[in-house]
């Protein structure tokens, strides 16, 4: 596609409910990012991957956040027994290849745990 | 450590005039490269202009120009002719011996007509 597509744009969860959100990368995108932004703060890295292999999962914050891409395109963030600590908007990016390492972000999931 | 420090939670600026967004880093590695993105409201992350550590220019995009100080390791954004338009967050980063990419906290924007 055109650009980084995420859906849903907005999700609202009851404590304890699962959740999965989805990343559409700009074709051909070889590396893909997950970020957590908190209201009013800095995007804080979650995970990485470049095509299927998830190579670097150190920021995500508990065993209960889990990330996949089997195909090497399409990505899903899962959050299992959501808590309020995380509501927040859920960030994608992806690079294209060798540069600058220039980010090419989707617009976000926001996620409302109540 | 790796580290993003914007000191500045909120800036105003006279439409037209030019304005310096505050970011210093911290890393070992000597190589990285410092980026700034600017997030509308809509919440969109734009990327804005890179810098290369062993860039030996400082690098400009149209009004946005970065100035590299690596001895001081600061990384400022100047924007300048502001706009209207120009009103948004905007985020320093940088990313080290890869592409693992960290943010600071931000820097809100004001431009006043």
């Known amino acids: 596609g055109a650009g980084v597509s995420q859906s849903p744009r907005y999700k609202v969860a009851k404590r304890g409910q699962d959740v999965a959100l989805r990343c559409d990368p700009i074709?051909?995108?070889?590396?893909l990012f997950w970020y957590q932004q908190a209201l009013g703060q800095g995007p804080e890295f979650l995970t990485y991957?470049?095509?299927?292999?998830?190579?670097?999962k150190s920021g995500l914050p508990s065993d209960r956040f889990f990330a996949e891409r089997p195909e090497g395109s399409v990505s899903t963030l899962k959050i299992q027994r959501t808590q309020q600590e995380d509501s927040a908007v859920y960030l994608c990016?992806?690079?294209?290849?060798?540069?600058?390492?220039?980010?090419?972000f989707g617009e976000g999931s926001r996620l409302t745990v109540l | 450590a790796q580290k993003i420090t914007q000191t500045q939670p909120g800036m105003f600026v006279q439409e037209k005039e030019a304005v310096t967004l505050d970011c210093t880093y911290d890393?070992?590695?000597?190589?990285?490269?410092l980026f700034w993105y600017k997030q509308p409201s809509s919440g969109e992350m734009i990327f804005l202009i890179y810098?290369?550590?062993?860039?030996?220019q400082n690098a400009t995009e149209g009004r946005y120009s970065l100035n590299f100080q690596k001895a001081r390791k600061s990384a400022n954004l100047v924007i300048s002719a502001s706009q209207l338009g120009d009103s948004a967050m905007y985020f320093c980063?940088?990313?080290?011996?890869?592409?693992?990419?960290?943010f600071g906290a931000g820097t809100r924007l004001f431009v006043k007509a």
């Open positions: 890393t070992s590695d000597p190589s990285y490269g």
């Open positions: 810098q290369g550590s062993y860039d030996q």
């Open positions: 990016a992806s690079i294209g290849g060798p540069g600058t390492g220039e980010l090419f």
């Open positions: 991957f470049q095509n299927e292999a998830q190579l670097d």
């Open positions: 074709s051909g995108h070889v590396s």
């Open positions: 980063a940088m990313n080290t011996g890869g592409f693992k990419t960290i």
